[in-house]
């Protein structure tokens, strides 16, 4: 069974940043491409970012290119979602995904979820 938890949400004021954590397990974590979404209040979730199996390649949203990294630690299991310049319109609940192709995920959907992590921008 797949399991992915998500930390690191939070309160922030704008132009401040964040970065956000998701730990894996269950299978091979270095086998699969990992992912970030986000859904804000009233809107679909969408994919923010993603990262290739072998860390090689990512692939990010235009709305957070340049601000949001993406980074996978295999030794521990985890990615990260480094978030800087934060905007209010970055206020979303933040989901870690998994899928084993990178491009299923920037296509807008992922065969795993994490429960999502709170994350709101103050202007």
């Known amino acids: 069974q797949v399991q992915l938890v998500e930390s690191g949400g939070g309160l922030v004021q704008a132009g401040g940043s964040l970065r956000l954590s998701c730990v894996a397990s269950?299978?091979?974590?270095?086998?699969?491409?990992m992912g970030w979404f986000r859904q804000a209040p009233g809107k679909e979730r969408e994919f923010v970012g993603g990262?290739?199996?072998?860390?090689?390649?990512?692939n990010y949203a235009d709305a957070v290119k340049g601000r949001f990294t993406i980074s996978r630690d295999s030794a521990k299991n985890t990615v990260y979602l480094q978030m800087n310049s934060l905007k209010p319109e970055d206020t979303a609940v933040y989901y870690c995904?998994?899928?084993?192709?990178?491009?299923?995920?920037?296509?807008?959907?992922?065969?795993?979820w994490g429960q999502g992590t709170q994350v709101t921008v103050s202007s």
């Open positions: 995904a998994t899928s084993f192709l990178l491009s299923t995920m920037a296509g807008g959907t992922s065969e795993y």
């Open positions: 269950g299978r091979t974590f270095s086998s699969y491409a």
């Open positions: 990262i290739s199996r072998n860390g090689v390649t990512t």
